[in-house]
């Protein structure tokens, strides 16, 4: 059967791949560590674990909610987002404007709903390399073009206000920058926020995408701070992207997010009804009826937990003096590592003319010390991959030990 185009030019998920390849090694006897994991191996906080059991008792839980998530649910996420971030929507700046929530299918389905509600063919977007990569892959799918603005491991992955301005021209309808960022690890610095808000203070016809979903997962202060906050007028052309997947360790339930201006909800909300209607039921009333001043008590381990394997990844790096991939993590779960600097790069690049080698590297990695990490580019990110620290402390120590002993001496 024919396939459209449009699927046919999609990329093919690296991540899948590798994980495939994995599952194959693991099914020949072999042992894999798998550092490939975007979630949380931890079940959710017990009190929403049972909210959920006692929501199962309505007849509302298991019926459509209204296509943009039921209103109660929608006013509890506002709320939240003007206590956790010092936001008031009564303020001069923003009294003018209404504001509102649209619950939709996770995090992923949410961004899919936003370009579509935002970008017309041939409206360019600006992302931050390295980004996620279902940003250009959506991009894509609504016909507009992404514009890459790249940051550096020498910078701690801030991209220079400088350049993103360089990108900026009429044709530009929105920048994407997603901190706590995936796949580095990194939150923007408040500085930074500061200068991006007066840049977009300048650009009155550029809007905003913010992707929050790794907000509270920071594990060192200051925590993550945005544009907004310095100059909350911008809020009047962001879009705040947020959800339970992360934060709540609950990326199989299936909800996210937005925060908009209410002219853009109602729109999201009109192309949500057309696709896919409300999201779940039954997990929207569990979220509306959960204490949420609880998820503190789950994050705090979880903090503790992905600092300490951030450090010994410091740490290991460090001792055996590939301090040029080294650089500062603070949250969400991953630590980006740069190949491009270690002994055997230098062997690779003398092989071959090709730039990028970072899936060669990841496949030999885990065909000779059984560890899988995920190339990163489709991240926008040659020659590194993702580690993920979500990992048990011992068997991440003993991955990480065969890992730079490959860093090393190790040979592809
Ligand atoms: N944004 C970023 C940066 C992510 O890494 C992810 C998931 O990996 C999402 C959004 C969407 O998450 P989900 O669709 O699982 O809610």
Redesign the pocket.
């Known amino acids: 059967m024919e396939v459209s185009q449009k699927v046919l030019e999609l990329p093919p998920s690296v991540t899948l791949a590798l994980n495939a390849k994995a599952v194959a090694l693991q099914n020949e006897g072999k042992k894999v560590l798998n550092l490939t994991a ?2 949380l191996p931890f079940k959710p906080h017990n009190n929403f674990v049972e909210e959920i059991q006692a929501q199962l008792s309505f007849l509302k839980s298991f019926q459509y909610s209204p296509a943009g998530g039921f209103s109660e649910l929608s006013k509890k996420i506002l709320e939240s987002f003007s206590s956790s971030r010092g936001i008031d929507f009564g303020c001069d700046d923003l009294c003018e404007e209404s504001f509102s929530s649209v619950i939709s299918n ?6 899919y709903n936003i370009f579509g509600s935002m970008l017309n063919p041939g409206d360019e977007v600006i992302l931050m390399a390295p980004y ?1 990569l ?1 940003y250009p892959a959506m991009v894509n799918m609504w016909e507009g073009k992404s514009k890459v603005v790249h940051s550096h491991l020498y910078n701690n992955f801030e991209p220079e206000i400088s350049d993103i301005e360089k990108q900026i021209n009429s044709k530009t309808k929105v920048i994407v920058i ?1 901190s706590p ?3 580095t690890g990194v939150h923007y610095s408040s500085d930074w926020m500061k200068d991006f808000a007066e840049l977009m203070l300048k650009y009155p016809h550029v809007n905003i995408i913010s ?1 929050e ?2 907000y509270e997962l920071y594990y060192y202060d200051p925590k993550p701070t945005y544009f907004y906050q310095f100059a909350p007028s911008l809020l009047k052309r962001t879009v705040v ?1 947020d ?4 934060t709540m360790a609950s ?1 199989g339930l ?3 997010h937005i925060i908009a201006p209410e002219n853009f909800c109602k729109a999201v909300a009109k192309l949500q009804g057309q696709t896919t209607s409300g999201p779940n039921s039954l997990i929207q009333r569990a979220m509306e009826y959960f204490d949420w001043t609880k998820k503190d008590e789950f994050l705090t381990p979880v903090r503790d937990h992905l600092r300490t394997n951030a450090q010994l990844v410091q740490e290991k790096l460090r001792k055996a003096g590939l301090d040029t991939s080294w650089y500062q993590t603070r949250s ?1 779960f991953y630590y980006l590592v740069d190949f491009s600097k270690m002994p055997f790069f230098t062997e690779l690049r003398k092989k071959s003319e090709k730039e990028d080698f970072a899936s060669l590297i990841c496949e030999t990695i885990l065909d000779q010390i059984g560890v899988a990490l995920v190339p990163t580019t489709d991240f926008g990110m040659p020659n590194c991959a993702r580690m993920s620290l979500v990992l048990d402390h011992s068997i991440f120590e003993v991955a990480l030990d065969k890992l730079i002993d490959f860093f090393i001496q190790g040979k592809v």
């Open positions: 975007g979630q996770g995090g992923k389905h949410s961004l996620w279902t997603n960022n995936n796949p992707d979903i790794y992207l959800g339970i997947s992360k990326t299936r909800i996210g969400a």
